[in-house]
């Protein structure tokens, strides 16, 4: 598949290449030995996770990150700061995934050293309350002050504006919810280009999601009912602000999608591509044969160069 705005990025390929349907099976190999989400409990799902218990590892801290706290109207929220090592031209507002349920903005470390040094913009990961604990809309409540306050203070702290936002997963859809608010409640959209791996755009949940079955590619749908319920907890699941894909979506930034043909969500961002679009936007896709939900946060030839792709977009948009 070609690229419109990577010249020198390797094109996705037409199929899977046989290391990454391998890689596949020991991810399903390893999953189906462990208990599932529902038995263990999110809280105890979050502890395996912290001990690099969890399929994806143990973590790896930069000790180029910094701890702010932002001082929003909703109390303190931690913003995780890593600085490019070149001149900071703007600043990246970054949403962890985990499906509203897990995840931390210090999972993320080395995959934002990356950003920040391929794309010289400062990437500042805002924290959020988890479901079940703190259901809908305490998660976008949060991303929202968190947003917007490094909107009003990114000059002074950083020296930069803020100009790109994006997250993956839960992340993605709360980057966009996040975009939506700071529009319609303060007429603000200082986003000149969105990363949206791998979203969740329609919590009805599309086809994809529905006939995807149980086959534990770190997504199934069982497990995509699991997160969303913990989350939503009885609210409608055609609010745009929870389901996004109802939204206006006019005036939005440039955005990619990027998604693996063994993801539930791929629906999700093939049917959210169509609706930027259709409401005046760029969105541009990236589909990657064989590759499965998350594929890209492990250290592999296909995850490695879906993120130069991601950042070759940024520096694109921001030309």
Same mark, same amino acid.
Request: net charge negative; aromatic share 8%.
């Given at each position: 598949?070609?690229?419109?705005?990577?010249?020198?990025?390797?094109? *996705? &390929?037409?199929?899977?290449?046989?290391?990454?349907?391998?890689?596949?099976?020991?991810?399903?190999?390893?999953?189906?030995?462990?208990?599932?989400?529902?038995?263990?409990?999110?809280?105890?799902?979050?502890?395996?996770?912290?001990?690099?218990?969890?399929?994806?590892?143990?973590? +790896?801290?930069?000790?180029?990150?910094?701890?702010? =706290?932002?001082? @929003?109207?909703?109390?303190? *929220?931690? !913003?995780?700061?890593?600085?490019?090592?070149?001149?900071?031209?703007?600043?990246?507002?970054?949403?962890?995934?985990?499906?509203?349920?897990?995840?931390?903005?210090? +999972?993320?470390?080395?995959?934002?050293?990356?950003?920040?040094?391929?794309?010289?913009? !400062?990437?500042?990961?805002?924290?959020?309350?988890?479901?079940?604990?703190?259901?809908?809309?305490?998660?976008? #409540? #949060?991303?929202?002050?968190? =947003?917007?306050?490094?909107? +009003?203070?990114?000059?002074?702290?950083?020296?930069?504006?803020?100009?790109?936002?994006?997250?993956? $997963?839960?992340?993605?859809?709360?980057? !966009?919810? @996040?975009?939506?608010?700071?529009?319609?409640?303060?007429?603000?959209?200082?986003?000149?280009?969105?990363?949206? &791996? /791998?979203?969740?755009?329609?919590?009805? +949940?599309?086809?994809?999601?529905?006939?995807?079955?149980?086959?534990?590619?770190?997504?199934? =749908?069982?497990?995509?009912?699991?997160?969303?319920?913990?989350? =939503?907890?009885?609210?409608?699941?055609?609010?745009?602000?929870? $389901?996004?894909?109802?939204?206006?979506? @006019?005036?939005?930034?440039?955005?990619?999608?990027?998604?693996?043909?063994?993801?539930?969500?791929?629906? #999700?961002?093939?049917?959210?591509?169509?609706?930027?679009?259709?409401?005046? $936007?760029?969105?541009?896709?990236?589909?990657? &044969?064989?590759?499965?939900?998350?594929? #890209?946060?492990?250290?592999?030839? /296909?995850?490695?160069?879906?993120?130069?792709?991601?950042?070759?977009?940024?520096?694109?948009?921001?030309?």
């Amino acid at each position: 598949m070609a690229s419109s705005f990577a010249p020198g990025i390797p094109d *996705i &390929p037409e199929e899977a290449p046989p290391e990454v349907l391998a890689f596949n099976q020991q991810i399903e190999d390893t999953l189906r030995q462990l208990p599932a989400l529902w038995d263990v409990g999110a809280e105890a799902a979050r502890q395996a996770r912290e001990e690099g218990r969890s399929i994806f590892g143990p973590m +790896h801290l930069s000790e180029r990150a910094e701890v702010m =706290t932002a001082d @929003t109207a909703l109390g303190p *929220i931690e !913003v995780r700061v890593i600085r490019p090592s070149g001149e900071a031209r703007g600043l990246f507002v970054h949403i962890h995934g985990g499906g509203w349920v897990l995840g931390g903005n210090h +999972h993320h470390d080395p995959m934002l050293v990356n950003l920040a040094d391929a794309t010289n913009l !400062v990437v500042a990961s805002v924290d959020y309350r988890l479901a079940p604990e703190h259901p809908y809309p305490a998660g976008p #409540d #949060d991303c929202e002050a968190g =947003t917007l306050w490094l909107v +009003h203070h990114a000059p002074d702290r950083f020296g930069v504006e803020v100009v790109a936002i994006g997250g993956e $997963s839960a992340g993605a859809s709360l980057s !966009v919810v @996040t975009m939506l608010r700071l529009r319609d409640r303060y007429g603000l959209n200082p986003f000149r280009v969105a990363l949206l &791996p /791998y979203g969740a755009y329609d919590l009805r +949940h599309t086809p994809s999601v529905r006939a995807f079955g149980d086959r534990p590619l770190i997504l199934s =749908t069982p497990i995509v009912d699991w997160f969303r319920d913990q989350y =939503t907890q009885g609210a409608d699941l055609e609010d745009p602000d929870l $389901s996004p894909i109802f939204a206006d979506l @006019t005036g939005m930034p440039p955005a990619l999608f990027v998604v693996g043909d063994q993801d539930p969500l791929i629906d #999700d961002s093939l049917f959210m591509a169509a609706r930027w679009r259709r409401a005046g $936007s760029r969105a541009e896709v990236d589909i990657w &044969p064989g590759a499965i939900h998350a594929f #890209d946060y492990f250290d592999t030839d /296909y995850g490695r160069a879906a993120r130069a792709r991601m950042h070759a977009f940024v520096n694109a948009m921001l030309t």
